[in-house]
């Protein structure tokens, strides 16, 4: 929009607004990077196609300024509005989403929270602004945080039959979309479908690797990946589009998908220039199509334990010390680098340049976190095609393990299969 119409839809948010989603743009101290992403989307209209309708679901945004005492009612109001009974509260705070900074797994998220509760939902994840874990994160990447953020208040889409993450450009040599589903039993799948881009409206896209999920031609998840793809297009940037999605919901077969997040994808340049290696035929232990973009690391190896079930802080302070002793790199394989706790895995190993994980604890929070540190990861879980218990030295299996601490480790990547060796077997 021209500059004097962008000052004056500006001029009409006060700083202590609560701004709805028909406002089409704000300043992004007051809505935040997610919030201004998805204002962003709301406003290019209607993206359905004839085989699946597609909508952001309806959201609020509560400025930093906002009083939570004093506009409870209109906080409260405002969710009570958009029709629904269950609520998810997020973070979007302004250098969150933007640019380097993606804060996976630093901020809360709140989901199913109940209308009653989302004042209070929305003070807790004002909060996770300044907590250790914040900033910490901060520290490592020079970011000076402030006390408080924006929050979107946005209407839950309860039990949806596949939820994922878009990545309309994955990093790598190949000009390819990449789609991860998350199955309502916990399954995932993989998709990566290769993009020939003509007008606005004529995207190509073709099967590079197909899952189970999607292994037959299903027009409206296809059509679905041409509106992310559209959406790149009229951002001027990649993006990562977290989505939910209902298969033919009506009798006329239409599907039903829903954007949740629209956010920029950075670190593209030096992916696309990667040149893949050879592959070599022995040692081979794993192969993985959960990967961070694309690299070739060889190391020695560290094996983080998950002993029934938990991480002990004893081994994490082996991991540290470990490090410390690897300022050159190794490999460090780990149930995951961030969870719902402090284990302090990721800022416990700050020499790591690859990183193999075997549960699905984390997920793309974990793949995000790795991409965006310039970490090559490849994530063994229930798409794994190995054992994945005898993957580690754990000892609540009695199998002869694949990888041990001190294995020299090959992980190696092309951007859409990762592979890992073990060189001293």
Not at 109 to 132: H, N
Not at 250 to 269: C, G, N, Y
Not at 302 to 317: A, K, S, Y
Not at 335 to 359: E, G, M, R, T
């Amino acid at each position: 929009m021209p500059a004097t119409q962008d000052a004056q839809r500006h001029a009409v948010v006060g700083k202590g607004a609560i701004i709805r989603d028909s406002h089409g743009d704000a300043p992004v101290e007051l809505v935040g990077g997610k919030g201004r992403s998805l204002l962003r989307v709301k406003a290019l209209g209607d993206l359905s196609d004839f085989a699946v309708k597609i909508s952001v679901p309806q959201f609020a945004i509560v400025s930093p300024e906002v009083n939570l005492n004093d506009n409870f009612t209109n906080i409260t109001s405002a969710a009570r509005s958009f029709g629904v009974d269950s609520f998810a509260v997020r973070s979007s705070y302004k250098q969150e989403d933007v640019g380097e900074h993606t804060f996976d797994g630093i901020f809360d998220t709140k989901l199913g929270v109940p209308s009653e509760k989302v004042v209070q939902a929305v003070g807790e994840v004002r909060k996770s602004a300044i907590t250790e874990k914040s900033k910490k994160y901060a520290l490592e990447k020079g970011i000076e945080l402030e006390d408080n953020m924006p929050v979107i208040i946005q209407a839950m889409v309860v039990d949806p039959q596949v939820s994922g993450v878009i990545y309309s450009k994955f990093p790598c040599p190949n000009d390819v979309v990449k789609v991860i589903t998350f199955g309502w039993d916990g399954s995932e799948d993989i998709d990566v479908w290769a993009r020939k881009l003509g007008d606005y409206n004529n995207i190509n896209l073709n099967p590079v690797v197909n899952s189970e999920r999607f292994s037959k031609t299903d027009w409206g998840i296809k059509q679905f990946i041409g509106k992310i793809i559209n959406i790149e297009q009229a951002f001027g940037y990649p993006i990562i589009s977290e989505f939910a999605y209902n298969f033919e919901v009506s009798k006329d077969q239409i599907d039903e998908a829903f954007i949740l997040q629209a956010r920029k994808l950075t670190r593209l340049a030096d992916s696309e220039k990667f040149k893949i290696p050879a592959l070599q035929e022995e040692g081979l232990v794993g192969k993985s199509k959960h990967l961070s973009g694309v690299g070739d690391v060889t190391g020695e190896t560290f094996v983080l334990e998950r002993r029934e079930g938990i991480i002990l802080w004893e081994d994490v302070l082996k991991l540290k010390d470990f490090d410390e002793t690897h300022k050159n790199g190794y490999v460090l394989v780990t149930p995951y680098l961030q969870f719902y706790n402090d284990d302090n895995i990721d800022s416990s190993s700050p020499n790591k340049k690859a990183v193999v994980a075997y549960s699905d604890l984390g997920r793309h929070h974990d793949f995000e976190l790795a991409r965006t540190s310039g970490i090559l990861y490849l994530g063994f879980g229930l798409q794994t095609r190995i054992n994945v218990n005898t993957l580690i030295n754990c000892t609540e299996y009695d199998e002869k393990p694949l990888i041990k601490t001190g294995d020299k480790i090959r992980v190696v990547s092309d951007g859409i299969s990762g592979f890992v060796y073990n060189l001293s077997k």
